[in-house]
């Protein structure tokens, strides 16, 4: 009570202590705003042209639209994709009054011509056709105000990239159309496509010489970056790591104990009951279709199709798996046969109902004497055979899907049968097979894959958890894998701060967090990362490699460093000092004499034409065939350092092209050309224009 009294007689002090407290959370919070976002805010990925993208409103975008995709980190590339391409497009429409009405937007997603996002996403797999109704349900349930909160949320994003996707289309429709080909262009075009020379050539390829003839100084590699400057330049930072793998094999002792289970449950399958039920519950695998011979593994093909059916034959060994293989049916299946059909497409509950009653209606029709291919043609959805009266003709058996295979197999001649697939209900009329011939069976597998025990994981961590703790820098990790025998390094290819894949370890979390870890600010050059990643095959889940990983280099935007690309291009620059020695040593123009020197033929190149990006017999060599076009005929040229070898050449033919006779088609095509690399050649060129500030490191 008493510090209560103290409190209400020094009320004002309170308030000042309050208002002090605020102040701090208020600065900590701006503080903390600036550190994660940027410019844009604590919850900001990033900005495109001022434009803050929104960390929630990107979460909600990617569950609302890639829910469903495994694949986490392409799905968060593209999505930011979007929301560049999105305030790029935004900015360029307003300032060009470019629009989308509110009619337009629904023609676009409910008329005949629906914008490509709703192309992509409603069209239904088995016929190829957009599925209207669906669309026309969900047009109603906007109409109506009845659309469920969550489709409401999804269908209000998908209508933001049917705007953008439309105003992008309007954008490169008007620089399109604004595209001319000069007529001295048309002509030049036409002349380098068209003018054809022959040529002999002699080349000297780099690998001809010994590398050790050749000696690489920092001025070799200085003066290859500086004349190739396009193809090094980069716009971000860009950083390497270096990484030691400790493999996670299986060893003996899980090989045998996998084989001894698996041989214990071959016992209990060679007794099952019911076969399907068994396959299921063990995770093996039947045969969907009649396999003859040829289509039985080489392993085991002697035994399965001598083994009466109802026999097991295993465990044996099958690449990396141990496999039991039961005999469930053997027949002989004709080679091909002719049906006619009838499809109603389903694809839940509801519609494989409604595609029963249809089927049966039809069928009653037609045993009443309506003709099968007047009714295959006006109800049949199945584009393939509806306009051939529903016939598919001498088709082998198991081209179709198994349910049609075994009707057209072994279904009465003439009958009518009501077949549910895949893709629906089908009505089946077996026409006619040709002879019974071929021997087959059907077959049930149980596998086990041979992968290691989780001791033997265990033991392999253990011995990279100890590696790690002994080797703190990357100079201690080559020390110590060149004292080993089992052990190597490895150089990550350069990587970005948003990238996801990672040289030989693929893509994945890990993959990620290396490369996260690698661009933090706390991670100093030549630094060892504290943690052992774990990696795992695709659709496994077992560990097959644990990788300790350093940071190698580190390399700032503009052109590399040399001590940072040197072991990138060390073949580039060998190849360019051999070509230069090589070419040294040639003289005189007779091209027989410089084979001879070399110990290498003359070849005959013809029918080049200058915008040849590949020529039999002489490969990719540009600046070969630029050379051939600028000399006279008989000719010789000078040696020519190329892509694989020095080349010298002698043009024995060079005929004229000849005027081009249809100017205007030939200016259409040449336009049409440049006009198809306008849609990813335009936003390229805005995006290098826009102002981009991309913060995704920070928080994936």
Do not use: C
């Amino acid at each position: 009570m008493a510090l209560i009294g103290k409190i209400r007689k020094n009320s004002w002090l309170m308030i000042i202590v309050i208002g002090f407290a605020l102040a701090a959370f208020i600065i900590m919070d701006m503080t903390s705003s600036q550190n994660l976002g940027g410019g844009g805010g604590q919850f900001s990925l990033g900005t495109i042209n001022g434009k803050s993208v929104d960390w929630n409103e990107f979460q909600n975008a990617e569950q609302l639209v890639y829910g469903n995709s495994q694949d986490v980190f392409g799905r968060r590339s593209a999505l930011w994709n979007y929301f560049v391409e999105e305030a790029i497009v935004s900015d360029q429409s307003d300032a060009l009054g470019l629009n989308v009405g509110k009619d337009e937007l629904m023609d676009l997603q409910f008329g005949n011509n629906p914008s490509p996002v709703i192309a992509a996403r409603f069209r239904n797999p088995q016929t190829g056709q957009m599925d209207m109704t669906q669309l026309n349900q969900i047009k109603q349930q906007i109409e109506s105000g009845s659309m469920a909160p969550e489709l409401r949320r999804y269908w209000a994003h998908q209508e933001k990239e049917i705007v953008k996707t439309r105003l992008q289309g309007k954008l490169n429709s008007m620089v399109s159309k604004a595209l001319y080909t000069p007529t001295w262009m048309v002509e030049q075009t036409y002349g380098a496509q068209n003018q054809k020379i022959k040529m002999d050539y002699v080349k000297i390829p780099f690998a001809d010489i010994d590398d050790s003839e050749v000696s690489l100084t920092d001025s070799d590699y200085q003066s290859y970056l500086t004349n190739n400057r396009g193809k090094f330049y980069q716009d971000e930072e860009t950083r390497r790591v270096e990484y030691v793998v400790f493999n996670v094999l299986p060893s003996s002792t899980d090989s045998a104990d996998l084989r001894q289970s698996l041989a214990e449950l071959t016992e209990s399958f060679k007794t099952a009951a019911n076969d399907t039920l068994f396959v299921e519950a063990n995770y093996g695998t039947i045969s969907s279709q009649w396999l003859d011979a040829n289509a039985v593994s080489e392993t085991v093909r002697d035994r399965v199709m001598s083994i009466p059916v109802g026999n097991v034959y295993g465990p044996y060994l099958e690449g990396n798996f141990y496999k039991s293989v039961k005999v469930l049916d053997r027949k002989v299946v004709p080679d091909s046969a002719t049906t006619r059909h009838i499809l109603i497409n389903a694809a839940d509950a509801a519609s494989f109902a409604t595609a029963y009653e249809k089927i049966d209606s039809i069928k009653g029709a037609i045993q009443g004497g309506a003709s099968f291919a007047d009714m295959a043609e006006k109800f049949s959805q199945d584009p393939g055979s509806a306009a051939n009266g529903g016939k598919y003709e001498n088709i082998p058996p198991n081209q179709f899907v198994p349910e049609y295979g075994d009707v057209a197999s072994f279904g009465n001649i003439g009958q009518l049968y009501s077949v549910r697939t895949q893709y629906g209900v089908h009505l089946i009329e077996p026409l006619s097979r040709t002879r019974e011939s071929t021997e087959r069976v059907r077959l049930a597998y149980l596998s086990q894959a041979i992968e290691p025990s989780e001791d033997t994981q265990s033991a392999i961590f253990d011995q990279a958890n100890e590696f790690l703790s002994s080797n703190r820098t990357v100079a201690d990790l080559n020390t110590a894998v060149a004292n080993s025998s089992n052990l190597s390094t490895e150089s990550s290819p350069s990587v970005k701060s948003n990238d996801y894949i990672l040289g030989n370890l693929g893509s994945g979390a890990n993959a990620r967090e290396i490369i996260r870890w690698a661009f933090d600010p706390n991670t100093d050059l030549n630094q060892v990362s504290p943690t052992v990643y774990d990696f795992q095959p695709p659709g496994a889940y077992y560990t097959d490699k644990y990788v300790i990983v350093g940071l190698k280099s580190i390399q700032d935007a503009g052109m590399p460093s040399l001590a940072n690309i040197k072991d990138e291009i060390e073949m580039q620059v060998r190849n360019q000092k051999k070509g230069e020695s090589i070419k040294s040593k040639i003289s005189g123009a007779d091209l027989n004499a410089i084979a001879s020197q070399f110990d290498v033929t003359v070849d005959e190149a013809a029918d080049v034409t200058f915008d040849s990006r590949f020529t039999q017999g002489l490969g990719d060599e540009p600046k070969v065939i630029a050379a051939a076009f600028n000399m006279g005929v008989n000719s010789v040229s000078q040696p020519i350092i190329g892509n694989s070898g020095v080349y010298v050449v002698k043009v024995k033919d060079k005929p004229a092209a000849g005027a081009p006779t249809n100017i205007p088609q030939l200016r259409r095509d040449a336009s049409a050309t440049v006009q198809t690399q306008v849609s990813s050649m335009l936003m390229q060129a805005m995006r290098k224009e826009a102002d981009i500030s991309d913060n995704r490191s920070q928080f994936y």
